[in-house]
């Protein structure tokens, strides 16, 4: 049996030239940034009016109220100057502030009068204006590689003029069930069945990271089951098999696997749940083979896929961990992935371990924000104390 840390060890040691493309900003979202993304400009380009209304020299206020209006100063257009400081330029939001004016008012705060706009007591100089380069300079380094793409990088890119984006390509990803006892969702299964739920569970963290996986079912029949596995190798960089990988008659996966050329890296794991995991690669494909077991299989994914898809799509993911909010005692020589609910408690993360059934239920997950990892070697797990914690997520 493989230690959990030099399983983890193992799996980050194969490594696989996916490569990146550059594809147009609007296929961009969920996507996993490739490139440095360095300002054009500065943030904002230019003195930016920030509210609608008038913009006077303020030296001209010490002296007056009543300014007639020069002339308007739409977003959008080269500003010009105010060349008379009796007077003020009607301004809008986004304009430029026009060169001789130092602050904005904003139409609540004034009255008309004819031509003219009476400004109130108490205005301050430098009001409602978004300096340039407030936000940024020409030249910082925006974006890092090995971010996810979403509403905010799209905007930063856009921004800075990032039309064409280089991200990493993704995984070409397979998923199979294994075992003649599940059944697709849409089938009515016999008392002796099951419906398959593992597929839509890992299929589901994938397309969480913008990956639509293939998803197929190996049959229990030799011929049948070693030819598909033999195309869905050669057709894929990931491929993560569901079951038929601990001591029953049946759990043929790993003798199929070696048949069809992948090597195997380690066979069963010193952990819980999860321990029959398989992994292995050949030269093109990474394989998981992931116990049957729902919460089994989960774990399998977030503990090993995950880390895995990160450091070959150049993902960086900042550990997180959770205080347990009692004690666990576990007897077994085995890493423990403590299933736990999550509350957030004046900006701790207090874990809450959950009752459940076993690794076969999968209704418990309903109850569960992430896993606790409780390290070998010890048999008690304290209240208040710290440990790594995973989310329910390949991210
Ligand atoms: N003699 C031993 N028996 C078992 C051991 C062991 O060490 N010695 N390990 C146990 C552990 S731990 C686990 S976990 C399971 C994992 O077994 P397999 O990976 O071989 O999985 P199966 O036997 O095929 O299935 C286990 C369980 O999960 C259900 N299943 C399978 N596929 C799906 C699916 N797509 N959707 C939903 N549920 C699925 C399956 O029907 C079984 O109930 O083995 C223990 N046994
Ligand atoms: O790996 Mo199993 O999940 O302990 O039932």
Redesign the pocket.
Known sequence: MTDPQAALQLVLQQSFDWGNETIPLHAATGRVLRQTVHADRDQPPFDRVAMDGIAIDYAAYRSRRRFPVAHTAPAGTAPLPLTDPSHCVEVMTGAPLPPGTTTVIRYEDLQRDGDAFIVPEGVEDGRSIHRRANDGRAGDRVLEPGRYIGAAELAALATYGVGEVTVARRPRVAIA???D??VPVQQTPLPHQ??????WQLAGLFRDVGIEPTVSHLSDEARLGQELLRQLLADHDLLLL???????KL?HVPDWLATAGVEGLFHRVAQ?????LWVGRSTQTMVFA?????V??LVGALAYVGPFLRQQLGVVRPARQAVLTREVTFVPDLQLFQQVSLASVSGEQRASPLDHGG??D?LSLLRTDGFCVLPRGRTTFSAGEAFDFLPLSLR
Request: proline share 12%; aromatic share 0%.
């Open positions: 069930s294994t075992g006892e599940v099951i419906r398959s739920s593992n597929v569901n079951g038929g990988v601990s001591k029953g759990d819980r749940p999860g321990k029959p992931l116990p049957g077991n729902p089994s299989s690794s076969g999968l």
